[in-house]
């Protein structure tokens, strides 16, 4: 004899029967990256004061806006799908705002060493975003959600730029001033108190 769900149990088969794994799983990862983007709003403003060069400072600038756009986008799709704007917990991006955070304390204010690291420190972030953003485009298209693929396409191909950018700055001044700066500190090193000369 077959027993009978519990009303728990009823309600689980109804909720996964209404929602595909794989579709629970796009939903999360929506969620996912909901609670990075406004994450990162606050911290790109934290990296803009800490940057050195004006450069690097309007390149957090101008990503800080487009990721008010990326958050944006998020909401427009969980109203498409059907879906409440919930943000979920990010351990990577919390991660990688934190390592952020540890590179401004650790290295001299107004260096170019910290724009370097900085610069590193972000493409990180794009490198996760990127990697997320291309996923969840594939998922997008497999689901059928065609409109939702379009707007997180174009959210991935400016992450892509961003990094692209990030790139160019450093390659372009940064990371040979950086590189100067340790060159001058060790000419201008003064000998050491009572050291011992042979």
């Known amino acids: 004899m077959k027993q009978k769900n519990q009303p728990g149990e009823i309600a689980a088969d109804a909720e996964n029967k209404k929602v595909p794994p794989l579709e629970k799983f796009f939903i999360d990862q929506l969620k996912d990256m909901y609670y990075a983007e406004k994450l990162l ?26 990721t008010e756009r990326h ?6 799709i969980f109203q498409m799908i059907g879906q409440e704007a919930e943000a979920k917990k990010c351990e990577a991006m919390d991660g990688l705002i934190k390592e952020a955070k540890t590179i401004i304390n ?11 690291a900085l610069i590193i420190a972000a493409q990180k972030v794009e490198h996760y975003e ?4 291309g996923g969840l485009v594939q998922l997008a298209i497999t689901l059928g959600k065609t409109r939702a693929a379009d707007l997180l396409d174009k959210t991935l191909t400016e992450e892509e730029q961003t990094d692209r950018l990030l790139t160019e700055i450093a390659e372009n001044d940064i990371n040979m001033e950086a590189e100067e700066e340790m060159e001058n500190k060790t000419e201008a090193q003064p000998p050491a108190v009572g050291a011992w000369s042979f």
Do not use: N, P, W
Not at 55 to 66: G, N, S, T, Y
Not at 106 to 116: F, I, L, N
């Open 41 to 66: 709003i606050k911290a790109l403003a934290e990296m803009k004061s800490a940057a050195t060069t004006e450069e690097l400072e309007d390149a957090f600038e101008d990503h800080r806006k487009q």
């Open 71 to 76: 958050v944006q986008r998020l909401e427009k």
């Open 106 to 116: 650790e290295t001299k204010q107004g260096s170019m060493t910290r724009d370097a």
């Open 130 to 133: 990127i990697a997320t953003y």
